[in-house]
């Protein structure tokens, strides 16, 4: 690594921990503001029953922080948990956009592409919240209930198109934990234990059996 690229990875983990604090005090913020200006307060005897649902959530950022940081790059991945919508928005236009450029793992060149495409997306998907937000304020009543029907198969298509482009790029990483953990699934709602195998589950399982099976394979020369 040159003198340059530490200078440049080091400028954006200041700014990305920066803007990091920001939002995460702009968010925190929120709900403190409503609680002010409503003259209510949160019901504190609750907050032990969501402690278990609370550290899910944790668990699953830190899984999602580890897991994409190799295909988000430095300012990629600090713009995508600032900005949100990573595996249905950022994940996919970041791949394609190295697919598209023709780009190497661990260059600089992906780490540009995938910044500035990342970039890109997070504009275009404010401008697009911003133009639907005036017709769904006018007809609201109306689009809700012509989308209510489709909504169900929305982010099974996403996650459908996101891993078929993982498994077409990383075939022999991505087969084991794609067929263990759809048996996963099937026996365990066969068996009624649906809610145990959910998508922190899979994540936690999918990268256990990843990490094996790419060493295994790394070590007898087949990647």
Same mark, same amino acid.
């Given at each position: ?21 920001? &939002? ?13 200006? &409503? ?19 944790? #668990?699953?950022? +830190? ?25 249905? +928005? ?10 598209? #450029? ?71 990483? &991505?087969? &084991? ?17 649906? #809610? ?28």
């Amino acid at each position: 690594m040159t003198k340059m690229d530490n200078k440049y990875n080091d400028e954006m983990h200041r700014l990305g921990r920066l803007f990091t604090w920001i &939002a995460l005090g702009l968010i925190t913020l929120l709900p403190v503001c409503y609680c002010l200006t &409503a003259e209510v307060e949160p019901i504190w005897s609750k907050i032990p029953e969501c402690l278990m649902f609370i550290l899910g959530y944790l #668990a699953i950022g +830190l899984v999602e922080a580890l897991s994409y940081a190799p295909l988000l790059g430095t300012g990629g991945q600090y713009l995508s948990f600032i900005t949100g919508n990573i595996s249905n +928005l950022k994940l996919p236009c970041a791949l394609n956009s190295q697919a598209i #450029a023709g780009v190497k793992n661990g260059t600089e060149e992906k780490e540009i592409v995938t910044t500035v495409s990342i970039a890109v997306c997070s504009i275009v998907t404010t401008l697009v919240i911003v133009l639907g937000l005036i017709p769904l304020v006018v007809f609201q009543k109306k689009i809700v209930d012509l989308l209510l029907p489709i909504s169900p198969y929305v982010v099974p298509a996403i996650f459908g198109g996101l891993s078929c482009v993982l498994a077409s790029r990383y075939l022999k990483v &991505a087969a &084991a934990p794609f067929v263990l953990c759809i048996l996963l699934c099937v026996v365990g709602h066969l068996g009624g234990m649906g #809610a145990l195998f959910n998508q922190g589950t899979m994540i936690l399982v999918g990268m256990a059996v990843s990490a094996i099976t790419t060493t295994v394979l790394y070590r007898r020369g087949r990647l």
